[in-house]
């Protein structure tokens, strides 16, 4: 918490250079996650630990609206000659920060929302019952389909 108004200033530059600030070292693997606030540093310290252990020597940038439990967590190599290869290990790299999201109450994706980009890991976070349920809300108020096909859910219709 800021203590003056420029400190307060101080802070939201930070905030608001960071991401530019990590492009300098290339590409990194980025998600927009959300945990109870309550357990921001356990998820932080538990998906530090886990992903050094799996990627020795990547470095990771967290910020964001952690007051809220949204937080961008973002990883990549110190040298941009190295990205190529992590950037090929998005897949995992993902699974080992979602896992965790998951066990701690969280969701896969905060402000950003699902997507196109992260529809497919629906099914292994969220329960038959409640992907169903979003399936027959889609079709109530989408009944022809023409609000964002084939954004956040995949498949059948709820009327198929």
Do not use: C
Request: without cysteine.
């Amino acid at each position: 918490i800021a203590a003056s108004e420029a400190q307060r200033l101080a802070l939201w530059e930070l905030r608001e250079n960071t991401s530019d600030a990590q492009k300098a070292e290339g590409v990194s693997v980025k998600h927009d996650v959300s945990v109870p606030v309550s357990r921001i540093v356990e998820f932080i310290e538990e998906a530090d630990r886990a992903l050094h252990a799996a990627f020795p020597g990547i470095r990771t940038v967290a910020f964001g609206h952690v007051g809220d439990g949204n937080l961008h967590y973002n990883q990549s190599r110190p040298h941009r000659d190295e990205n190529a290869a992590f950037i090929a290990r998005t897949e995992e790299v993902g699974r080992v920060v979602h896992d965790l999201v998951h066990e701690l109450g969280g969701s896969i994706s905060a402000e950003h929302g699902i997507g196109q980009l992260k529809r497919a890991l629906l099914p292994a976070y969220k329960p038959a019952v409640e992907l169903e349920l979003m399936h027959r809300i889609k079709y109530v108020l989408d009944p022809r389909g023409l609000m964002n096909p084939g954004k956040v859910l995949q498949g059948r219709r709820a009327a198929d």
